[in-house]
């Protein structure tokens, strides 16, 4: 007993219990709870990137009838620049300008002269076949036939033409 009479031994055994204490976990605290606000940044789709390929077939010449005769096939691509997925539906294809506005090679000759992809003269062709969602970066190919359509007229003025295919993707 004579040991915790002296300082010494008090503060010794103040320690050995601060020891204990810790060694068990018995330790006090407050809880709470709190909220915060952060944002999170959503990208935006890319223009799909079409280029035509490759034309095979061809010269066109006047027929009368949708689907037989001179008939070029042209292959065209369509990609996804986006760094994400995007859902291509469609593609339109006409005979157009490169902004898409009518074209018209010469008085007389024009896109009512021709047929894209098997429609009605001078109607847009739309291309679904490789509708779908492509992955970023990915490629995709497909065709679409070109006809001159014999409309029981003069078509001189479409000698030599080249009527300008239009792509629009969806």
Known sequence: MKLFKQKKGIALLAAVAVVAIAAFGAYAYFTSTGT??????????????????????????????????DIQTNTY??????????????????????????????????AADFSVGGEAVGVTHTDATQSGNLASGQTVTSTVTVQMIDDNTNQDACKLAVPPLYYSAS
């Open 77 to 110: 691509t369509v990609k996804n620049n986006s760094n994400g997925q995007q859902f291509l539906t469609q593609v339109d294809i006409s005979i157009a300008n490169a902004n898409g506005s009518p074209w018209i090679a010469v008085p007389g000759c024009s």
């Open 36 to 69: 915060g606000t952060g944002d999170a940044t959503v990208g935006t789709s890319t223009a799909w990137d079409v280029n035509e390929t490759l034309q095979a077939g061809g010269p066109l010449y006047p027929n009368p009838t949708i689907g037989t005769g």
